[in-house]
């Protein structure tokens, strides 16, 4: 059976955005690295959660994190990562229209899944091997697997700050019981790596 996880960064109110996301404001009306600066200011400090962003044989994400509603519909458009993503992976992107996939650099393929989040789990078993399966987000797309009981493993990056409006995690989320099994961290950001306990 592939793990399912998830990594996300958050504010201490569980924001992992601001509000009014746009292509000009990818993470809304927040400093655009105001969650992720830990990542860039010192990378060496965090290198194994960087390394865990990207361990997977295939990724889950919602159609915002794809693209801005202004953008996303777009056959031109290809992601906010260029001709290389990051992912090295297949990425299954929940979306309301079906599309022809779109093969890019360094083995990521991006899938267009438009039957919901049971199919997109399931296609991105069939493709990751042994390996794990990341829910990468957006908080939207978290919610609803977290809602179905099917993360099993949960890693939030929590920086110090508050946000107060926007995309947040757990909205919506039924009771969860979650068990801590590795903390870390800087004065930059808390790493708490949570095991789902299902019911």
Partial sequence: MNKVTCSIAMSLDAF?????????????????NLLHHWMFDEPEKHQAELDAL???????????????KEKRGSTDW?????????YHAPVF???????????MEGSTTFFFIADGIEAALSRAKEVAGERPIAIAGGANTINQYLSAGL???????????????????FEGV??????????????????IRYRVVKK
């Fill in 151 to 169: 993360i099993d493993e949960l890693w939030l990056h929590i920086v110090p700050v508050t946000i107060g409006s926007g995309a947040r995690l």
């Fill in 174 to 191: 039924p009771d969860l019981e979650l068990e801590p099994v590795e903390i870390s961290g800087t004065q930059l950001v808390t790493h």
């Fill in 54 to 68: 990207q361990d997977a044989g295939a990724f889950i994400m919602g159609s915002n994190m794809f693209g801005p």
């Fill in 16 to 32: 992992v955005a601001g509000p009014n996301q746009s292509f000009e404001k990818p993470f809304g009306d927040i400093p655009e």
């Fill in 93 to 103: 992107v929940l979306s309301q229209n079906r599309r022809d996939p779109i093969a």
């Fill in 78 to 86: 290809k992601g906010w990562w260029g001709e290389n993503p990051p």
